[in-house]
């Protein structure tokens, strides 16, 4: 039944045109969500249902995504478990993820020079 559900990163991954894109759209994609959850726009459990959660994450691996998007979807899938048992630990984890997207965006889009 899974098999025919598109997720959001397949999505976006036909969509992109290249994987440096679709890595640096999915960030984008979740710090605005870490930053809706920051002011209490959006809970922690609509994020890992509508985001964080294993089929996209599975799609990321899958895409062979960076270390660095895998850990950012991995950090965010388990917020909503920092914010039950630890959540004093939230700030660590907002902070973490976003160095991890910080490094995904400041990477280079594409090396689109050599065909010109």
Known sequence: MNGNKTNLVDALAKASGTKRLLEQRLVQL????????QKGEMSFNDARRQFFDTENYLAVKRQRLSFDVAAFFEWGMELEDVADLAPAGLGE????????????LKQPAAKRRNSA
């Open 30 to 37: 979740g710090l605005g969500i870490l930053a809706a959850m």
């Open 93 to 104: 984890s907002y902070w973490h993820m976003s160095q991890l997207a910080s490094r995904v």
